[in-house]
């Protein structure tokens, strides 16, 4: 037996690398196997003179022993399925974090506009996006041959009879079905999606959002309508903010008004958002028509109320200076993330 020999495995028991268990077990064979190179040593051992075998007897010894642990400690290291080469993996890694997304712009002002009215006392109310033309016009008291009702303008799921399936048109359509379902005193608010065959632009789309807002009670007046607005402007845009109303024609208000906000970019010097004129244009309002509550049972004699309905787009590119309504559709996750914590302006 050479010294030479015991020093050699010892040096290769240290530089000894396995990238899987089989390959562990290959050099556990190799080492301490029935043929293996340590066990033959053994064998040997018996031919030593007996004046060596103190000492060869404990250096194999402990080169059997190296050899063991440094099994021990290999196979210890991987973590594999069976022989395969898979990577090794620290069970004990923190895992990978999980990326956030955010939400979408639209929905962030839907959700400040419903939690600004729930302040006043009002209900979130939905209804269907397919919808008849009873809701969505006559109950509105649309006259039959509106332009509104005009394949121009409304996708018809099926048209040809009395009462066609269309796409709803405008979330007014809720206001019917409240006043259908709900008692007097209502106030509501109707977030939805609407509707509308027009040629896809920066300033139109086919599809957009909006909020309708119903509130009926005995003696509500226009001034409440006007406060109503108001409050809601200096929530939505900031306490400076000034409205005013322009007198305009809705079949289902009466009076009805245009709400503009003061610019909020150039704080009414005038600007090209708001095209040189100071103000930007937020909403359509009035006073419900009297043949609206009745169409719906609503005495109109003992109650009056006040409408109101808005883009959540539009707001939302006034809010965010947004020059392109195709942003909000094209899922640009670029424009998205801009969203994940929305900026005030
Ligand atoms: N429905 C109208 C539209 O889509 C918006 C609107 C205007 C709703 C006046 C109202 C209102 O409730 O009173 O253009």
């Given at each position: 037996?050479?010294?030479?020999?015991?020093?050699?495995?010892?040096?290769?028991?240290?530089?000894?690398?396995?990238?899987?268990?089989?390959?562990?077990?290959?050099?556990?064979?190799?080492?301490?196997?029935?043929?293996?190179?340590?066990?033959?040593?053994?064998?040997?051992?018996?031919?030593?003179?007996?004046?060596?075998?103190?000492?060869?007897?404990?250096?194999?010894?402990?080169?059997?022993?190296?050899?063991?642990?440094?099994?021990?400690?290999?196979?210890?290291?991987?973590?594999?399925?069976?022989?395969?080469?898979?990577?090794?993996?620290?069970?004990?890694?923190?895992?990978?974090?999980?990326?956030?997304?955010?939400?979408h712009?639209v929905s962030?002002v839907r959700?400040?506009?419903?939690?600004?009215?729930?302040?006043?006392?009002?209900?979130?109310?939905e209804g269907p996006e397919i919808e008849?033309?009873?809701?969505v016009?006559?109950?509105?008291?649309?006259?039959?041959?509106?332009?509104?009702?005009?394949?121009?303008?409304?996708f018809?799921?099926?048209?040809?009879?009395?009462?066609?399936?269309l796409l709803r048109t405008h979330t007014s359509s809720v206001?019917?079905?409240?006043?259908?379902?709900?008692?007097?005193?209502?106030?509501?608010?109707c977030p939805g999606r609407v509707f509308r065959?027009e040629?896809?632009?920066?300033?139109?789309h086919c599809i957009f959002h909006q909020v309708e807002?119903?509130?009926?009670?005995?003696?509500?007046?226009?001034?409440?309508?006007?406060?109503?607005?108001?409050?809601?402007?200096?929530?939505?845009?900031?306490?400076?903010?000034?409205?005013?109303?322009?007198?305009?024609?809705?079949?289902?208000?009466?009076?009805?008004?245009?709400?503009?906000?003061?610019?909020?970019?150039?704080?009414?010097?005038?600007?090209?958002?708001?095209?040189?004129?100071?103000?930007?244009?937020?909403?359509?309002?009035?006073?419900?028509?009297?043949?609206?509550?009745?169409?719906?049972?609503?005495?109109?004699?003992?109650?009056?109320?006040?409408?109101?309905g808005m883009g959540l787009e539009?707001?939302?590119?006034?809010?965010?200076?947004?020059?392109?309504l195709?942003?909000y559709f094209?899922?640009?996750?670029?424009?998205?993330?801009?969203?994940?914590?929305?900026?005030?302006?």
């Amino acid at each position: 037996m050479k010294r030479e020999d015991i020093e050699r495995i010892a040096a290769l028991i240290g530089d000894l690398k396995c990238k899987t268990q089989k390959e562990v077990e290959e050099a556990r064979v190799r080492l301490l196997g029935k043929k293996g190179e340590i066990t033959a040593l053994f064998d040997e051992f018996r031919t030593v003179d007996k004046a060596q075998k103190a000492e060869f007897g404990k250096a194999l010894n402990e080169l059997k022993q190296k050899a063991a642990s440094k099994i021990e400690e290999l196979k210890g290291a991987i973590v594999d399925t069976g022989g395969s080469d898979a990577p090794k993996m620290d069970l004990s890694m923190p895992g990978d974090p999980l990326e956030l997304g955010s939400r979408h712009p639209v929905s962030i002002v839907r959700q400040e506009i419903v939690d600004i009215f729930h302040k006043f006392g009002y209900d979130v109310a939905e209804g269907p996006e397919i919808e008849d033309d009873y809701h969505v016009f006559e109950a509105l008291n649309f006259p039959p041959n509106h332009p509104a009702r005009d394949m121009q303008d409304t996708f018809f799921v099926s048209a040809g009879h009395l009462n066609p399936i269309l796409l709803r048109t405008h979330t007014s359509s809720v206001q019917v079905r409240t006043m259908e379902k709900m008692d007097v005193p209502i106030r509501v608010i109707c977030p939805g999606r609407v509707f509308r065959n027009e040629a896809i632009s920066a300033r139109a789309h086919c599809i957009f959002h909006q909020v309708e807002g119903l509130y009926i009670d005995e003696n509500v007046t226009f001034a409440d309508l006007k406060q109503a607005i108001l409050l809601f402007a200096r929530e939505i845009f900031g306490p400076d903010t000034q409205i005013r109303m322009r007198p305009s024609y809705f079949p289902f208000t009466e009076p009805s008004a245009e709400v503009d906000v003061s610019c909020n970019i150039c704080h009414g010097k005038g600007c090209n958002i708001c095209k040189g004129t100071g103000w930007l244009e937020i909403l359509g309002c009035g006073m419900v028509d009297p043949n609206v509550l009745e169409a719906s049972g609503i005495d109109s004699k003992r109650y009056s109320g006040f409408a109101f309905g808005m883009g959540l787009e539009r707001i939302a590119m006034l809010k965010w200076r947004v020059n392109d309504l195709r942003h909000y559709f094209e899922n640009d996750m670029r424009f998205l993330r801009e969203f994940s914590t929305a900026p005030e302006v």
